[in-house]
């Protein structure tokens, strides 16, 4: 109809307009000003001196580790009534960790107080750290753990959430800089909403899976905003953590002040040592930094080794990690583009970032 | 027809300025809600939340296992039983009934031949598109709230009542509890607003209502099985269903307002787009009905 | 049979300018046109009579003068104002039944017509109720206002639908086959309602088939065919277009028709029965010749009678005997 064709002007200007603001938000925000010049070192520096330890954020964490999405295997195995339910499901959150993407909230107000919250769909799983306290919380079957801190470890069960924000993971590279890693600054970066450096440390071994690491250091206080992990032959980072939102504000102190709700299921938990504090393995995504028994190699060929568990057959015979692994000489590797994992024959389990060649040589040793 | 003297006085009198459309907005509204239709969806819904409290009352034998663990946390507290009910409602119930209001909205009209003496009287096109548009939103908003208050009524008479556990742990007052309950049938309105405009949009294609909302309610439902398919993922930030059910984020402690906030962007983008395409319609439209 | 049956033929106010004009008006659908090329004249005052067989373009031209159909081609202007451009301020002023009426079934029948008001935005909201109660006691439905129109027989609707037409006061009202449905009593209520409205000097667009009915309140008529118009005018125009016949009624046909050769008349029987001889009037002869022709000759002139044409005729003239729907 010739003569009304102008009444479809606003529906064809409509999607133009809206793609302007999504486009024009980017430019818009990539437009805020740059940060003075640096040199990589000074950046490090700034980042080894921040002194932020007040602060609520946002957390968007993502994995790209050319895992299937094994959320829904998990469900059913769990389900499934298995003999080993209990290994089945630390096993299926330990991937759920390493394969989804996840939102959370960080609250932290000095090294004493802290909570963060992962957001799941319909559930939360929380870590509230308030003095001595330490509570984990999962509203998905309501059940809360309950440690008391010893009076002297200050810092060590921190690892159990926290090593999910950036900052807790970048300060774990930074310390690892060391000279077989390239330090190089990128053009200037905005992270939710701040103006920040781009530190990339590429590795200078040739036997790593991983290509090069980006961080984000906020050019006001030097806390980093963003890591990005990059593994060999892929564009997209393999682990990519970021704040979406950052306050530098003190947090409510009713947050820090947890009772576990009526009807909630309570376990005690002391705490020997640092390697039981996390349940669940809701700690850390990264496993090439998880805590260790034995560790071989240096930088980033560094292998860890945990020792073989009393029923090997009992990881070996889970339905899902047949799906996972593939058999390899010596036993059965699981194959992310940044981590290898070989379960040795007799049970033992060998991580690192690098192939599955460097894991064999050393289950050999 | 005693042609007596149609032209007395003071009833021949018109306003000199149009009127915004207040009046007519009233009528629509009138029209809507004096239907049987309207009701048995409103009721429909309310039904919803007191099947689930009592299915579970009866059978209150301990948790299921399966399935949100709201469901389970109903027993502890009759006013989960509301944000059981909507949660249940979102996915199927909600859109089927908003799908029948919106895709009724032009095309109803058309197939009682009221469109063209509406159009006539004249009520403009613009001006009609955009009171459909809002008696679909009163009613999107009236069966989040039928949802939320029947839920809650049989929750408080079937089971305890107390303060409430959000999914961080954290327990809030009755109070809080309520204000939580209704910023979550707000944000189920506010959830089908897009759905609203694409079901008013097919509306203004056809003359026939049971195809647009036919159409309108299979939409919905396409939208959210690609919402699940990690295939489409790069998709899934674009569909309407995509935030359908975020208001979970209105439980925690302090209230994620992002999906909110993401939620109501999303829904005005697709107002915007398919209100345009509309208004292109339905401006163009020649009304043979 | 029909002479000075035309109400008030020239009407009490011929205000000046027309109420329709349209030019070049045209409606396609597709690669069919519908309407072709119209160029309608309706002078304010008139009551104007809209003739055209089933399909011939009729109801199409009425959406297009009331701003629902877009015409293809062509311009329109209702009560001097262009159209759709003016739309907002000419349908005020504009009472409409288009293609039989409309309503909510599961509303009232004053439910109805006050939602109707209610989207005019220049209708007072105060006096709704008392309009509306005014409008169906015009049509003669006060004693069903509040029943649901899902209850209203056909004639009903009908009337409704008028009333709804006559909510407010208006310059023009168009009336598509306003009688259709309506029983004898009906039939002659809208009729004397049309000529009442003409008497205040409303204009009445009124299209129909039932020629008698055009014959006996229009004014003006137009005539289409498969969506052209063949023919314009006063009643008067139109007729005289047409022939006229005289018809003796007569025990003595045959003789009667010799007459009737000899005066260069060609006689016939007509199709009603009973003794009777007609033939069509020439302009050289006047009847009253005839009548002395007749007599001197011994003719037993029972009856004589002179026929102008029908409209009927003349629509079927105009627009050919066949039965067929043209599309
Ligand atoms: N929606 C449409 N699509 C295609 N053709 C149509 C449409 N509506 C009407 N027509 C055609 O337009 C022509 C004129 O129809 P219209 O309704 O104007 O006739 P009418 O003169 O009002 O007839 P009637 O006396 O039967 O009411 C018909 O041939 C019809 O087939
Ligand atoms: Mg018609």
């Known amino acids: 109809m010739p003569r009304t064709w102008h009444r479809w002007i606003p529906a064809a200007a409509a999607p133009v307009a809206i793609g302007a603001v999504v486009l024009g938000g980017v430019f818009a925000t990539s437009a805020s000003a740059d940060p003075a010049d640096k040199t990589p070192q000074q950046v490090l520096e700034l980042a080894a001196s921040s002194t932020v330890d007040t602060f609520s954020g946002t957390i968007e964490q993502s994995s790209n580790l050319g895992l299937p999405d094994v959320s829904g295997l998990g469900g059913s195995s769990d389900s499934g009534s298995s003999s080993d339910s209990s290994d089945g499901s630390d096993l299926s959150s330990a991937l759920e960790l390493l394969t989804a993407s996840h939102t959370l909230r960080v609250y932290v107000d000095g090294p004493e107080q802290s909570r963060v919250q992962i957001l799941d769909d319909m559930a939360e799983r929380d870590a509230i750290r308030n003095g001595d306290d330490l509570w984990l919380y999962d509203s998905s079957d309501s059940t809360a753990v309950h440690s008391t801190l010893p009076a002297d470890a200050s810092t060590a069960p921190d690892a159990s959430a926290e090593s999910l924000t950036p900052a807790e993971l970048a300060t774990r590279f930074l310390d690892a800089v060391d000279p077989s890693t390239d330090v190089t600054i990128g053009d200037p970066v905005t992270v939710a909403g701040r103006s920040a450096y781009d530190l990339i440390l590429t590795p200078d071994s040739s036997t790593t899976l991983v290509s090069s690491v980006e961080i984000a250091v906020d050019a006001d206080t030097g806390l980093p905003l963003s890591v990005d992990v990059f593994a060999q032959g892929t564009s997209d980072p393999a682990f990519h953590v970021a704040f979406t939102s950052l306050s530098l504000d003190t947090p409510s102190a009713d947050l820090f002040d947890f009772t576990p709700p009526a009807g909630t299921d309570v376990t005690e938990k002391a705490l020997p040592n640092r390697d039981d504090a996390p349940a669940e393995g809701s700690a850390t995504p990264d496993a090439g930094t998880h805590p260790e028994p034995i560790v071989t190699g240096t930088g980033w060929d560094t292998i860890v080794e945990l020792p073989a568990s009393t029923d090997p057959s009992s990881l070996t015979d889970s339905p899902m990690l047949s799906q996972l692994t593939t058999s390899v000489d010596g036993g059965h590797v699981l194959q992310t583009t940044l981590l290898t994992v070989l379960i040795t024959d007799d049970g033992r389990v060998l991580a690192g970032a690098v192939p599955v060649e460097s894991l064999q040589a050393a289950a050999g040793k | ?289 | 049979m029909i002479d000075g049956s035309v109400a008030g033929s020239t009407g009490p106010a011929h205000a000046s300018g027309l109420a329709i004009e349209t030019t070049a008006l045209t409606k396609r659908f597709g690669r069919q046109t519908v309407v072709d090329d119209l160029a309608l004249s309706v002078p304010r005052g008139s009551v104007f009579g809209f003739l055209g067989p089933n399909g011939s373009g009729k109801t199409t031209t009425i959406r297009m003068l009331l701003g629902l159909a877009q015409a293809s081609d062509g311009e329109i202007s209702v009560l001097g104002e262009r159209m759709p451009q003016r739309l907002g301020s000419v349908l005020p002023r504009v009472g409409a039944l288009i293609e039989g009426p409309g309503f909510y079934p599961f509303l009232s029948g004053s439910a109805n017509l006050r939602r109707l008001d209610s989207a005019d935005g220049f209708a007072p909201n105060g006096t709704r109720s008392a309009r509306v109660s005014r409008a169906l006691d015009t049509v003669g439905l006060g004693h069903a206002a509040d029943k649901k129109v899902r209850a209203y027989s056909l004639g009903m609707k009908q009337r409704l639908g008028i009333a709804n037409a006559l909510l407010a006061p208006r310059d023009l009202i168009v009336l598509d086959e306003p009688t259709n449905g309506l029983d004898p009593q009906g039939t002659r209520e809208v009729r004397s309602l049309i000529r009442s409205l003409a008497d205040e000097g409303t204009t009445v667009f009124v299209s129909s088939h039932l020629l008698a009915e055009i014959e006996q309140m229009c004014t003006h008529a137009a005539v289409m065919r498969a969506g052209k118009l063949v023919a314009q005018g006063t009643l008067d125009e139109l007729r005289s277009a047409g022939t006229t016949r005289v018809i003796v009624t007569t025990p003595d046909a045959d003789a009667a028709a010799r007459v009737l050769r000899t005066l260069g008349l060609d006689p016939g029987h007509p199709d009603a029965p009973g003794p009777a001889v007609t033939a069509t009037l020439s302009e050289s002869i006047e009847p009253e010749d005839i009548v002395a022709a007749l007599v001197a000759a011994g003719v037993r002139v029972r009856g004589f009678a002179v026929d102008h044409a029908s409209l009927e005729d003349l629509f079927v003239a105009l627009t050919g005997e066949g039965f067929d729907v043209v599309q």
């Open chain 2, 1 to 289: 027809m005693s042609s007596s003297d149609p032209r007395a006085s003071g009833l021949n009198a018109r306003r000199t300025t149009r009127s915004l459309g207040a009046g007519f907005f009233a009528s629509e509204l009138a029209v809507l809600f004096r239907r049987r239709r309207t009701w048995a969806m409103l009721l429909a819904l309310a039904a919803v939340p007191i099947l689930i409290a009592v299915a579970v009352r009866i059978s209150s034998s301990g948790s299921s296992g399966r399935g949100p663990a709201f469901i389970d946390s109903i027993t502890q507290n009759g006013l989960f039983v509301g944000i059981a009910g909507l949660t249940i409602a979102i996915p199927l119930f909600l859109p089927l009934t908003v799908g029948v209001v919106a895709g009724d909205s032009i095309a109803g009209e058309a197939n009682t031949a009221t469109l063209r003496y509406l159009l006539v009287s004249p009520v403009g096109r613009i001006r009609l598109l955009v009171v459909k548009y809002l008696a679909a939103v009163v009613f999107c908003l009236a069966a989040a709230l039928t949802l939320s208050i029947a839920g809650i009524l049989i929750g408080i008479a079937l089971f305890p009542v107390g303060p409430v556990t959000l999914l961080s742990g954290d327990t809030v007052g009755i109070g809080d509890s309520l204000v939580r309950s209704l910023l979550i049938a707000l944000y189920a309105t506010v959830s089908l607003l897009g759905l609203s405009a694409v079901g008013l949009f097919i509306s203004t294609l056809t003359d026939a209502p049971v195809g647009a909302m036919a159409a309108t309610v299979v939409l919905s439902i396409v939208a959210q099985v690609l919402d699940s398919l990690s295939q489409t993922e790069w998709l899934h930030p674009w569909l309407f269903s995509h935030y359908w059910l975020g208001f979970a984020d209105l439980l925690r402690q302090p209230i994620e307002w992002s999906s909110f906030g993401q939620n109501a962007l999303l829904q005005l983008g697709y107002v915007v787009v398919f209100g345009a395409l509309a208004y292109g319609r339905f401006s163009s439209k020649d009304i043979l009905s």
